[in-house]
């Protein structure tokens, strides 16, 4: 039997848990865990605070051990949501007293600190009812988890692939890689230090990338028949014109896992890779792949007897 010190012990690893969250998780997802691992909803309340600094907080602003109660230990967390009290309008807990032209400091001073008591007092009469609702909210939360993850089992993963639109031939333990990473995309797409490390995460392989910001030549090759422009608007003399698009020069290799053959577009690290800069890649922003072989694979010639083969521009050269 686990007597109040064990659990109160337990509880503080917990706490430790909680604080050390780098991302903003919803209070009801992370309360939802705690329940699946054996913490007693009894053992978890709830405090709103106000919903003020919420655009510039987490949704859990504080997690402490609560043991006013020594029989009774619980976590009690502090919200940055509106409570009941936050909600109602303030004359239904504080007495409405008139405006007057002159009042001393201590006259404020001592309205203040009344108001304080009332507010403290009115969420502490509210602080049940706000609890019980928060646990109808985590129950909802738990029962959609249940539902997605036993319905589907382990057929989870297909179920995100038609969601995000992936092809499932691609390759089966990259693609778990990219599924999991695929709800951080938002935070990694665009930033190129993060995508170098996604793409080494999803590759298995080295991968350096250089942005280049120097004006590219592109040939128009097609003329517009006369009446039909208007020059410095639509339309420009010749068939040549500089583009200062961005270059992201994505070098892969050298190659330690794969051959240069897996990465041919029509194989399936190949997808793989043109999939993965359909995510995270700018659509304003071109891209110039470089595959470095293995050494090994340097030394393939037209007349070797072994099985590699020769890939004209990309481990074979004349």
Same mark, same amino acid.
């Given at each position: 039997?686990?007597?109040?010190?064990?659990?109160?012990?337990?509880?503080?690893?917990?706490?430790?848990?909680?604080?050390?969250?780098?991302?903003?998780?919803?209070?009801?997802?992370?309360?939802?865990?705690?329940?699946?691992?054996?913490?007693?909803?009894?053992?978890?309340?709830?405090?709103?605070?106000?919903?003020?600094?919420?655009?510039?907080?987490?949704?859990?602003?504080?997690?402490?051990?609560?043991?006013?109660?020594?029989?009774?230990?619980?976590?009690?967390?502090?919200?940055?949501?509106?409570?009941?009290?936050?909600?109602?309008?303030?004359?239904?807990?504080?007495?409405?007293?008139?405006?007057?032209?002159?009042?001393?400091?201590?006259?404020?001073?001592?309205?203040?600190?009344?108001? @304080? =008591? /009332?507010?403290?007092?009115?969420?502490?009469? &509210?602080?049940?009812?706000?609890? !019980?609702? #928060? *646990?109808?909210?985590?129950?909802?939360? @738990? =029962? /959609?988890?249940?539902?997605?993850?036993?319905? &589907?089992?382990?057929?989870?993963? !297909?179920? #995100? *692939?038609?969601?995000?639109?992936?092809?499932?031939?691609?390759?089966?333990?990259?693609?778990?890689?990219?599924?999991?990473?695929?709800?951080?995309?938002?935070?990694?797409?665009?930033?190129?230090?993060?995508?170098?490390?996604?793409?080494?995460?999803?590759?298995?392989?080295?991968?350096?990338?250089?942005?280049?910001?120097?004006?590219?030549?592109?040939?128009?090759?097609?003329?517009?028949?006369?009446?039909?422009?208007?020059?410095?608007?639509?339309?420009?003399?010749?068939?040549?014109?500089?583009?200062?698009?961005?270059?992201?020069?994505?070098?892969?290799?050298?190659?330690?896992?794969?051959?240069?053959?897996?990465?041919?577009?029509?194989?399936?690290?190949?997808?793989?890779?043109?999939?993965?800069?359909?995510?995270?890649?700018?659509?304003?922003?071109?891209?110039?792949?470089?595959?470095?072989?293995?050494?090994?694979?340097?030394?393939?010639?037209?007349?070797?007897?072994?099985?590699?083969?020769?890939?004209?521009?990309?481990?074979?050269?004349?």
């Amino acid at each position: 039997m686990v007597n109040n010190a064990q659990k109160a012990a337990v509880l503080e690893e917990v706490i430790d848990h909680i604080s050390k969250l780098h991302y903003d998780v919803r209070a009801e997802v992370v309360v939802g865990e705690l329940l699946d691992n054996h913490v007693r909803a009894e053992e978890i309340a709830v405090q709103n605070q106000n919903v003020f600094v919420r655009s510039f907080n987490k949704d859990i602003l504080d997690a402490q051990l609560d043991d006013s109660q020594p029989y009774h230990p619980f976590i009690s967390l502090t919200l940055s949501r509106d409570g009941l009290y936050d909600r109602l309008p303030e004359g239904i807990f504080h007495q409405f007293t008139p405006q007057q032209q002159q009042r001393s400091v201590r006259e404020m001073v001592l309205n203040y600190k009344r108001q @304080q =008591k /009332e507010q403290q007092e009115a969420r502490k009469f &509210f602080r049940p009812l706000e609890n !019980e609702f #928060f *646990l109808q909210r985590v129950f909802l939360e @738990q =029962k /959609e988890k249940h539902l997605l993850f036993d319905a &589907f089992g382990k057929d989870a993963d !297909e179920l #995100f *692939l038609s969601f995000w639109g992936i092809r499932p031939d691609l390759p089966k333990t990259a693609l778990k890689k990219l599924v999991k990473l695929l709800p951080y995309i938002y935070r990694i797409a665009g930033n190129l230090p993060l995508v170098q490390l996604y793409l080494k995460a999803i590759l298995d392989e080295p991968v350096k990338i250089v942005q280049e910001d120097t004006p590219t030549a592109v040939e128009t090759g097609s003329a517009v028949p006369l009446g039909d422009s208007r020059l410095g608007l639509d339309s420009m003399t010749g068939d040549l014109f500089f583009t200062d698009m961005p270059v992201w020069k994505i070098t892969i290799g050298p190659l330690q896992q794969h051959r240069v053959h897996d990465f041919l577009p029509w194989q399936p690290y190949g997808k793989l890779l043109e999939t993965c800069i359909g995510f995270l890649v700018p659509a304003d922003v071109e891209v110039e792949t470089i595959l470095e072989p293995h050494p090994d694979e340097r030394r393939v010639f037209m007349a070797d007897s072994q099985e590699k083969e020769g890939l004209g521009g990309y481990n074979f050269y004349l």
